[in-house]
């Protein structure tokens, strides 16, 4: 049932702010995290750790990179994401003291699957972030921490993809508490920042008119580019495969550091570039690279879409476009910022009379090698 959406995406877009409520339902007590499935796992384990392996395909592994950012931060332990069917191959370093968590909507896709029966097989401690009750993946693992996101219909992922974020942070600040890692006051800050999610992302989803505004003028666009920084990073890697997928354009998203080390040669003029713009609040050093970014491409012609928390008015000479987003800490910017992305391809999709929940040569879960 799309409940009165023209799509299953577009209704799905909208349930992320009960999506994300329900991922932290029961996990958030007193502003401190703690995951029953992980206690059930042995503080021991995760004490112990020394290394976090993060295993993933497609858009779950870009909620596998932005959840390093913050594992990383909060449990000060060294976390990589690789994409499960590379992982197998390059004869991995696992020992006991590795922590192997997957992230998969679905729990069936294979090469996910086979990723960690591997590291099963090898020792390797596992757990799964997965959106399906008691698919394979959380079976064959250690421990299961379920997104509880509901049913993902479309086959391009929105809430499971900001579900996914929220559970690994959940998992992050869980792993912090057992380790000892965070002040009482960076603990009740990010537990604070969990409570006022699903109410941010009641606003962050009313950009969608602006949004389709901008799609329904852009529909013969040939490319599009998103560049971000930290966090913002796998958020513009996510943009750009959501219009892949769905209006079957091209579209790369790149770190915005990375522009002067090539990709600054493709900006010509009217070349549309998505650029996200980290809090100048909480990420003043990082918000102002960002703005001197936008100062490079926009004199090479570039229309600039930015995308930044009210009341950033710097970038304003310099942006075609400006989305508004509410204001969160840094890492918690990412689950705000994919919400316009996700509202972009889908009304490109729509301005170009494409089938928004079934794109072309793809289907919902990847169940072969
Ligand atoms: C993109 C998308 C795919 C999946 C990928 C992994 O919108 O849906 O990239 O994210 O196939 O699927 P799961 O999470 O089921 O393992």
Not at 55 to 60: E, H, K, L, Q, S
Not at 244 to 262: C, P, R, S
Not at 320 to 347: C, G, H, Y
Request: net charge negative; charged share 20%; with cysteine.
């Amino acid at each position: 049932d799309k409940g009165g959406w023209s799509s299953f995406m577009a209704k799905e877009i909208n349930d992320q702010p009960d999506a994300v409520a329900n991922t932290i339902r029961g996990r958030l007590h007193d502003g401190q995290v703690e995951i029953p499935e992980l206690t059930a796992l042995g503080d021991e384990v995760l004490r112990n750790i020394d290394r976090i392996i993060i295993i993933a395909c497609g858009t779950a592994s870009y909620a596998g990179m932005t959840g390093t950012y913050a594992i990383e931060q909060w449990a000060r332990v060294p976390v990589e994401v690789q994409l499960s069917h590379e992982f197998r191959y390059r004869d991995p370093v696992l020992t006991d003291r590795t922590l192997l968590i997957s992230v998969s909507q679905s729990g069936e896709t294979m090469d996910t699957l086979m990723a960690v029966k591997y590291a099963v097989e090898r020792g390797v401690k596992t757990i799964s972030v997965c959106n399906t009750q008691s698919a394979t993946i959380p079976r064959e693992s250690h421990a299961a921490v379920y997104t509880h996101a509901g049913p993902e219909v479309a086959v391009a992922s929105t809430k499971a993809y900001v579900a996914q974020i929220t559970a690994l942070y959940l998992i992050g600040l869980h792993i912090a508490r057992v380790r000892g890692t965070m002040s009482a006051e960076e603990t009740q800050q990010a537990a604070h920042q969990l409570d006022e999610l699903p109410e941010k992302f009641r606003e962050a989803v009313a950009t969608h008119e602006q949004v389709a505004q901008l799609a329904h003028w852009m529909a013969d666009t040939r490319s599009v580019l998103f560049l971000g920084r930290h966090v913002g990073y796998p958020t513009a890697l996510e943009g750009a495969l959501k219009l892949k997928e769905i209006a079957y354009i091209h579209a790369e998203g790149f770190a915005a550091g990375e522009l002067k080390h090539g990709p600054i040669a493709l900006i010509d003029h009217g070349q549309p570039v998505f650029v996200i713009v980290p809090s100048p609040r909480t990420a003043p050093i990082m918000h102002s690279k960002v703005v001197s970014n936008i100062q490079e491409i926009r004199a090479r012609g570039a229309r600039v879409i930015a995308i930044v928390e009210v009341g950033d008015t710097s970038v304003l000479p310099y942006a075609d476009d400006v989305i508004r987003l509410p204001l969160a800490d840094a890492l918690f910017e990412p689950l705000l910022q994919v919400v316009p992305l996700q509202w972009f391809a889908l009304e490109l999709s729509t301005a170009k009379g494409l089938d928004v929940d079934q794109p072309r040569n793809l289907a919902k879960s990847v169940t072969v090698e």
